[in-house]
């Protein structure tokens, strides 16, 4: 059966669509793994932060009953005693300054991949304290400025808030001359009483997820390298929410990029998976993302809503793995960029 070849999929551009990608710690530690952080800080776990971070110190130190291996445990555990206690603000301290000098390598990550795959009718929100999704954006604006909104949803080392004008920026400088200064985001809280409504700004980056998964914003969603861990209950509760229910959401898509078996995955996003209406990938270039980057929903709506067989039969156009250079993934998406310019000139014309 023949169907659109790639140079289709490239200039096929709809209007229509959303696609909400959902970031975990697993996203960062894939990219870091595949391009190391430029001064080679590893990404940690929860399970093996302690070490990285280089808490080993104040846990020797604390009183044995609040010990434990995993650090929100650990964090929480202290929170509960004391949070203004002489530990806490060390260790608030410490991540703090062991994530906000980390720098993406000048080589093409997955972030980079990731921010251009997208489109301004996306939505990219995470869970991640570290830079490289705030970096990557920076960076590939220089090529395009149709890239996805972001969602900053336990703050972020790069991410300050200004109270006074309502709107976000970079940590440490001002909106304007006379005030509106970006306060650093808070990073760290509780896993007993996350209270995601307390807090100003990660209220605002809930609302706007919370939209945007909703039924009439989004077809598409993916999940990478995110757990929905059991200490995470109120998040994976707000996703749920948002998500309405798998048996409201019977014609969208749900994909998970993880390397956890598929069996161990799809029991841990049941709710979200409408019967057999899910993707399952162990890296980031074998999702939906890589294979028609730019073009997901145009993908989605020709093979799960085809108006002609040529659709239901349409090739993908999946990106290379081995750019050395930002120039040349620039070089490679500037076919869909142009194509997407003369799809809006068009449906202005059409006005």
Avoid at 15 to 30: D, E, K, N, T
Avoid at 65 to 77: D, I, V
Avoid at 86 to 94: D, G, Y
Avoid at 309 to 331: Q, R, V, Y
Wanted: glycine content about 6%.
């Amino acid at each position: 059966m023949t169907g659109l070849k790639r140079e289709d999929r490239i200039n096929t551009v709809y209007g229509g669509g959303g696609h909400v990608v959902i970031l975990g710690a697993g996203a960062s530690i894939a990219s870091t793994l595949r391009n190391p952080e430029l001064s080679g800080k590893k990404l940690p776990s929860m399970d093996n932060f302690i070490e990285l971070v280089g808490l080993e110190d104040i846990l020797e130190s604390i009183d044995d009953r609040f010990k434990a291996k995993n650090f929100e445990t650990l964090y929480s555990n202290l929170h509960r005693d004391d949070p203004n206690s002489t530990a806490i603000k060390e260790i608030e301290r410490r991540v703090i300054s062991y994530f906000k000098d980390m720098r993406l390598p000048e080589e093409p990550t997955i972030y980079d991949l990731l921010v251009l795959s997208l489109r301004p009718r996306d939505l990219i929100a995470t869970f991640n304290w570290d830079p490289f999704l705030y970096q990557a954006f920076c960076r590939n604006s220089k090529f395009t400025k149709d890239l996805p909104l972001m969602s900053f949803l336990h703050g972020n080392v790069s991410i300050g808030y200004s109270y006074e004008d309502k709107r976000c920026g970079l940590a440490g400088m001002y909106m304007r001359r006379d005030g509106g200064f970006f306060e650093p985001t808070k990073l760290l809280y509780p896993v007993h009483e996350k209270n995601y409504n307390q807090d100003e700004f990660i209220s605002t980056e809930w609302d706007r997820l919370k939209f945007w998964l909703g039924e009439k914003s989004t077809k598409l969603v993916t999940v990478f390298g995110y757990g929905a861990p059991e200490s995470d209950v109120e998040a994976v509760r707000l996703l749920d929410e948002a998500y309405g229910g798998k048996d409201a959401r019977n014609m969208e898509q749900f994909e998970v990029i993880d390397v956890q078996d598929e069996d161990v995955v799809v029991n841990r996003w049941d709710k979200f998976i409408h019967s057999h209406h899910y993707d399952y990938a162990t890296s980031y270039f074998e999702s939906s993302l890589a294979r028609n980057p730019r073009r997901t929903s145009e993908n989605y709506f020709q093979h799960v809503l085809p108006t002609t067989i040529a659709e239901a039969f349409s090739e993908s156009n999946p990106i290379p793995s081995d750019f050395s250079t930002m120039k040349e993934l620039w070089e490679w998406h500037r076919p869909l960029i142009e194509a997407e310019e003369k799809w809006k000139e068009k449906q202005l014309m059409n006005k």
